[in-house]
């Protein structure tokens, strides 16, 4: 198979496919016209036993490399000596067009710059000798560079009487100095010191030794930066120093790979450390918010309306809405957990970055209700669950999720996990009763169209979650019976919460003073 469109004359070979004919690299091209063929063909026995034939039909040959050099034009019927004659036919090549530039650059100049480093072939390998079975790490010796100047032995001095010469020796140090030139970086090119006997003094040879240092440190942070530019676009250098600080501090033992990238947040998978305050999940995700200040501001209408934080959205530049963003997120988990809701529970927050349990095992997120793809039973088991949940969320923890689909719920340990709830409001906000609608029609389509026969329609599972009782059987209909700004307001309930809530603790008085602005 190997063989199939590459036809051997002597050294002229060229491999002819059906959309690419390949010259051989010492510009010969092939006399002999060859037929593509396709892959069945090539798969097919026939052909097989046909390419062995014509393979058998090339005669042995003993030395490629002696008639290669003689000039004549040997045969062979090995694949892999064909491709190695090829190869260092072209490196040969190679090399003799570095030799051609390297003489062009140097020119007269005493001091020249070697391109030795770049040869293809070694001297070794060059010569007739590559038949001899040596052991080339012994005898590798580049006989294009001078000896290497002998080293002083330990008693610090050689020669006798007057020709003593010392370690401290002007020119044995100059050679020496020119000799460590070669312990430099590889990409720094030193030249061929020693086979000009250059002396460099202590003083040249630190300053070209620091000058390589700093080359090699500017283009490690050059390469730095540009992998981290690509890799982790989502993750800026502020963010990265605020996670590495969390394991630093022991948080976190370990922050794993991404397991998702939305595009307002990024989410990584972490193993948990410790904290004194409380215990750290084994498996933790780290949300970290995007900087990216784009993508919220056609979200601003959840946080700017929500009155626990109009005060202070107002006041703060973009960068620090983003932290409320993650802040939010934070407050109302904590909520839910109190309603006993599944969801994750809260480690720590660190400015936009909201670490959390991870709802899963073994660095395997539990899927998404979209992708569970549940049984018939356990279908019907999470409707109503995720019913009971919705009214859960709104009576017990005063909340609207905003977003809530099959894309932020997970199914984990047999029931359903809620997440993502950023943007969560209370029913009061504005736009919160508009929110719970959607809500309910994501809810209904999912679950309806998922075989779950008692799944209400969307204005039945309104009335259900809410308490209320509107009638209608369209969308405008049905919301412009809905309370208008601020009827539904829970005020004392909600600042009972708040009053829990020890973030919210010094803020009372102030919300109080919203709230009531509102009603
Ligand atoms: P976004 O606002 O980007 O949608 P989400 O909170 O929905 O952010 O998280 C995105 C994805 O990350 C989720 O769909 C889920 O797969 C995964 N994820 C988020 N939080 C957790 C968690 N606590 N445990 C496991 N997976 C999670
Ligand atoms: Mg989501």
Redesign the pocket.
Known sequence: MDQIGITAEGPKVSYSFEYMVLQSPWGATTTKAVSPCSLADVMSEQLAKQLDEESNAFPDSPDVNAALDAGEEPETDCDLMLAQMLQMQFDKEFDTQLRTEEKKLNGDSKLSISFENYRMVHPYEDSDSSEDEVDWQDTRHDPYKADKPTTTPRKGFTGKGKNITTKHDEVVCGRKNTARMDNFAPEINVGDGLGMDLKLSNQVYNSLKQHCHSEQRRSARLHDKKEHSTAEQAVDPRTRLLMYKMVNAGVLENINGC?????????F?ADGGSMEEKAVPDEC?L?VFKTTLNEFKNRDKYIKDDYRFKERFSKLNPRKIIRLWAEK?MHNLARMKKADIPC?EVVILKKHILV?????KDHV??P?LKEAMLGSEDMNRAYYQVLHMMQQLYHECNLVHA?LSE??M?WHQGKV?L??V?QSIEPNHPHGLEFLFRDCRNVSTFFQKGGVSEAMNVYELFNVVSGLQLSGDSEADFLAQTPTYGFHMTVNTDIHLLVTDTFYFKKVGEDQKTSQYLV
């Open positions: 397991i998702s990238t939305g595009k307002e947040s990024v989410v998978h995700v949300k997120e994750p959390m349990s991870f709802i899963g997120p539990a998404k977003d894309y932020n997970l996990w997440i993502d950023s």
